[in-house]
C-alpha cells in the first residue's frame, strides 16, 4: 500500500504503531520489532508504541480529554503517576473518566473513537512539550521520533 501511495505523494519516513499491550518498557521490544520487520521498506520506519495502549497516553492529557466530553471526571487522580505501568488502560480510562452512580444507559462513556478528538485538543492546546500532567517512557520515546523526522 505504501509502495502505491509513494507514486502520487513522496513519502520522508513511515510511522508504525502498535500498541505494546504490556507497561513499560514492554515499549523498547516492540519499537525494535517494528523497526526489524519493515527495514527493507525504501523508507525510514519509526515505531510509535504506546505502553499496552494509546489510551495510556491520553493519562497525560487531563485538560484534553475533560474537553471532548464535559460530563466525564476529572484525572486528578493521575497527576504524577509514571502512567507507563497501568495495566489494561483503555478498561482503566473508561473507569476513571465514568463518575459513581453514572447511568450506562444515558451516560457518554470513553471509546476508542474519541482518540481522535483527544490528539486534536493535545495539539490545540499545545501539550505535546513539557510539563505533562503524569509520567511516560512510551511517550518520551515517541516524541524523540517526531524530534528525529
Known sequence: MLKAFAVSTPIRAVLMHEDADEVEPAHEAVGRKIEQTFR????PVYPV???????TWWFLFPEAVRQVCAGWRPLSSYEGRDVGQIRDAKQEL????????????????????????????????GQLAPPWF???KSWLAFLDVVDSL
Open 94 to 125: 473508561t473507569r476513571a473518566l465514568t463518575p459513581a452512580g453514572a447511568r450506562k444507559s444515558t451516560f457518554r462513556t470513553y471509546c476508542e473513537a474519541d482518540s481522535v478528538q483527544i490528539a486534536d485538543r493535545i495539539v490545540a492546546l
Open 40 to 43: 527493507s521498506l525504501p523508507w
Open 134 to 136: 503524569a509520567r511516560s
Open 49 to 55: 508504541v504506546p505502553a499496552w495502549e494509546i489510551e
